[in-house]
């Protein structure tokens, strides 16, 4: 059966430090995967998705990035967060054609 | 631009009673229409989808409705149950894209 962790479940770091954040899918092959992001009292905001190894779509200009390595890995991070940065990190892969996408644990993330 | 917007950020309802949770679409474009349930602290889970082909679907308590005149849809529960409480999302896709649109999502509170 297929499955997606994310790690770490929670993060605190200071304004202006490094951040990354891993998602790694099992039991399937070339996923579309997805980073998305809850803040604080907001809705399910896209970040970036891959269709691909090495193919990033970036849909809100920021100072995050995404890479995708290897074919079920996706990594989110950041060379200095901010303190808008701070919310719930969540990564999915797309599970079908009409685009129902299964989500991972997501990750906490405080800055200070 | 919302894309996908549910308006009412709350609803609170008893034990047994029906849950309505409405939603709106502005790009006509979207064929399918999903709903997602999310705890606290978790990622949210796949709860029922609907093509646009069809103007219902049901999967025990959970029945999603469509119109697409009004660009309108909206997920019942029946009979609602405390377990329901959760934050609820609605979403949209179009054939050929990579995206799912997310509304903003509303909290059901179901009181004992």
């Known amino acids: 059966s297929q499955t997606i962790h994310q790690w770490p479940a929670t993060l605190v770091q200071p304004v202006g430090s490094p951040l990354s954040l891993e998602c790694t899918v099992e039991?399937?092959?070339?996923?579309?995967l997805y980073w998305y992001r809850q803040a604080a009292g907001r809705g399910l905001q896209l970040l970036f998705y891959?269709?691909?190894?090495?193919?990033i779509s970036s849909e809100v200009p920021q100072n995050l990035s995404a890479s995708r390595p290897q074919d079920r890995q996706f990594i989110l991070s950041s060379k200095k967060l901010l303190l808008s940065d701070s919310g719930f990190y969540l990564c999915?892969?797309?599970?079908?054609?009409?685009?129902?996408?299964?989500f991972g644990e997501g990750s906490r993330l405080t800055v200070l | 631009d919302q894309q996908v917007k549910q308006n009412s950020p709350s609803l609170s309802v008893q034990e047994g009673r029906i849950s309505i949770l409405n939603c709106d679409y502005t790009?006509?474009?979207?064929?399918?229409f999903l709903w997602y349930k999310k705890y606290p602290a978790e990622g949210p889970t796949f709860l029922i989808s609907?093509?646009?082909?069809?103007d219902k679907n049901e999967d025990g308590r959970f029945t999603v409705f469509l119109n697409k005149s009004a660009k309108h849809l909206s997920l019942h529960i029946v009979p609602s149950q405390p377990g329901d409480s959760a934050v609820y999302f609605c979403a949209a896709n179009w054939g050929g894209s990579e995206k799912l649109v997310f509304g903003k999502g509303m909290k059901l509170t179901v009181n004992p």
């Open positions: 039991g399937t092959s070339n996923p579309n």
């Open positions: 790009n006509s474009m979207f064929d399918y």
């Open positions: 609907i093509s646009s082909i069809k």
């Open positions: 891959s269709v691909g190894i090495g193919q």
């Open positions: 999915a892969w797309r599970v079908n054609r009409a685009g129902e996408l299964f």
